[in-house]
């Protein structure tokens, strides 16, 4: 276990419903065809992006083959309002008729939707690493709490056009979605419906994170889910994959490279500046990843002489528990008992609302670490109210900000973002530090692509806005001579 820090004072033959309908747009029914293969000895498989396509969030993947159906990710929408209102409509199929639910790691947008995805009817088992499924128990309760907490504020303060404000899903129905995880080991095949069979292999970019490695019907589809960095201090490097028929490849940074400047040196900097202004710095972050990398560069800051001596506070209950599983989980990280141990004494935490209004309050000079990372919800948002007002504070956005949300507009340079119904002024500076994304930018997805032995017959870009998602499919096609394709939400694709 992680050292603590300072606590401040099955069923899979149901009958079928929900049967698709939209329009067909068939590439070659024959593509995923060995050479002398008849249509009689193929059995029809079929492709559908029910999210993350042409956007960077709500990932789900549908494939369908003889009458049973397997979804890759169950990701939340988040950002502009258009696209979070996508998570109260009806999904493009009845859960019911889903027979299992394969999930790449355990961030929202992967995993989020899972707790409605149980309220409204799917019994299946959810299928992920070990790691993800612990993160995933995290994330899941939280993203319910923070509902709940969110539905209940807004009605009490009368701060909503729908009377009452419901939550999305509930604790019970996260409690639900929990007790479905069934976990696999990375690198050893496993059983789903339909006799398909699916691996795990490492991903990077947080703990149990994995690409999808699924072979159905005679073709072999690979998942990428989110593809970490190389040489990241935190996670280890994202594993080659050899070969497949067709390949579903995230796009996020597939249109620019992360900054190459040593982070260290940057926090550094950013923190001094803002400690001799008298300031307070505040950082956004994602709980799991993101809070766990930011403490280790303060930890090796502190540990060299470069950070002045003010308190260090991991104001979320979720990154706190997340940090322990740096301990349970060792061999899905690089950092070694001494490190992660020393990093989480560091830090002062708190897990009570009482001791993160006492942050607030305190005009000292500190870091404060808190989610959520693109400030859509959590304790994130009452400091922001208080400290992004004075010129003296900074707020240091360190990942990607989804279009809509206010981690997008403060990166952006906006001067205010509206929270809890009224408009905040952000008078604060602002640091904003890509280099450390957990997501592999351009070059670096090119060279993972790069592993393969001989190319897909097809890629499919996904999880990528449209200039993002379209550079990478123009750079596929360029530089490694790959057919590849940008599809559209609810397009259906026979493989």
Request: hydrophobic fraction near 35%.
């Given at each position: 276990m992680c050292r603590r820090g300072r606590d401040a004072?099955?069923?899979?033959?149901?009958?079928?419903?929900?049967?698709?309908?939209?329009?067909?747009?068939?590439?070659?029914?024959?593509?995923?065809?060995?050479?002398?293969?008849?249509?009689?000895?193929?059995?029809?498989?079929?492709?559908?992006?029910l999210g993350a396509?042409?956007?960077?969030?709500?990932?789900?993947?549908?494939?369908?083959?003889?009458?049973?159906?397997?979804?890759?990710?169950?990701?939340?929408?988040?950002?502009?309002?258009?696209?979070?209102?996508?998570?109260?409509?009806p999904l493009a199929v009845d859960p019911s008729s889903i027979d299992a639910v394969v999930v790449t790691h355990a961030h929202l947008?992967?995993?989020?939707?899972?707790?409605?995805?149980?309220?409204?009817?799917?019994?299946?088992?959810?299928?992920?690493?070990?790691?993800?499924?612990?993160?995933a128990d995290i994330i899941l309760r939280d993203s319910a709490a923070i509902q709940e907490r969110d539905a209940d504020f807004l009605n009490r303060h009368r701060a909503t056009k729908h009377h009452p404000a419901l939550p999305l899903y509930d604790s019970d129905d996260a409690g639900r979605a929990l007790e479905l995880f069934v976990t696999h080991p990375f690198g050893r095949e496993f059983s789903l419906p339909g006799d398909a069979v699916g691996m795990f292999r490492r991903a990077g970019h947080i703990l149990g994170a994995a690409t999808v490695d699924l072979t159905w019907q005679g073709r072999r589809i690979v998942f990428t889910g989110d593809l970490g960095r190389y040489d990241d201090p935190v996670m280890l490097d994202p594993e080659p994959v050899p070969a497949a028929d067709y390949l579903l490849m995230e796009s996020t940074y597939g249109d620019r490279t992360h900054e190459r400047a040593d982070p260290a040196d940057v926090i550094a900097k950013v923190v001094n500046e803002t400690v001799e202004r008298g300031g307070t710095l505040l950082i956004p972050a994602f709980a799991v990843g993101r809070a766990q990398t930011l403490l280790y560069y303060l930890w090796q800051l502190r540990s060299g002489g470069k950070l002045p001596d003010v308190p260090i506070y991991l104001d979320s209950p979720m990154a706190i528990n997340a940090s322990d599983l740096l301990g349970a989980y060792p061999r899905d990280?690089?950092?070694?008992?001494?490190?992660?141990?020393g990093m989480c004494a560091m830090a002062i935490y708190t897990r009570e609302a009482?001791?993160?209004?006492?942050?607030?309050?305190?005009?000292?000079?500190?870091?404060?670490?808190?989610?959520?990372?693109?400030?859509t919800g959590g304790r994130i948002l009452h400091h922001l109210k208080t400290f992004a007002p004075d010129p003296r504070n900074t707020i240091m956005v360190t990942g990607y900000q989804v279009p809509g949300t206010r981690g997008r507009s403060?990166?952006?340079?906006?001067?205010?973002?509206?929270?809890?119904?009224?408009?905040?002024?952000?008078?604060?500076?602002?640091?904003?530090l890509q280099m450390l994304s957990a997501h592999a930018d351009a070059d670096e997805l090119i060279r993972w692509a790069g592993g393969f032995a001989k190319p897909p017959r097809r890629v499919f870009v996904v999880h990528g806005e449209p200039q993002a998602a379209d550079t990478l499919r123009r750079r596929l096609d360029h530089e490694l001579g790959w057919e590849a394709t940008v599809p559209r939400v609810n397009q259906l694709f026979a493989l």
């Open positions: 004072a099955p069923g899979l033959d149901r009958p079928r419903s929900g049967k698709l309908s939209p329009v067909v747009v068939d590439f070659g029914r024959l593509g995923g065809m060995a050479a002398g293969d008849s249509p009689a000895r193929q059995t029809e498989l079929t492709f559908r992006p396509a042409s956007t960077v969030t709500g990932s789900k993947h549908l494939l369908e083959s003889d009458g049973k159906r397997i979804l890759v990710d169950c990701g939340l929408f988040q950002g502009v309002k258009n696209l979070r209102e996508l998570n109260w409509a947008d992967h995993t989020g939707y899972l707790p409605r995805l149980v309220r409204d009817g799917f019994r299946g088992p959810i299928v992920s690493t070990k790691a993800t499924a612990a993160v990280h690089r950092l070694p008992p001494e490190v992660y141990q009482e001791e993160s209004k006492r942050i607030s309050a305190n005009r000292d000079p500190k870091v404060v670490i808190s989610a959520s990372g693109m400030a403060i990166a952006a340079g906006e001067r205010y973002v509206k929270i809890h119904g009224e408009w905040v002024p952000i008078n604060a500076q602002v640091a904003n």
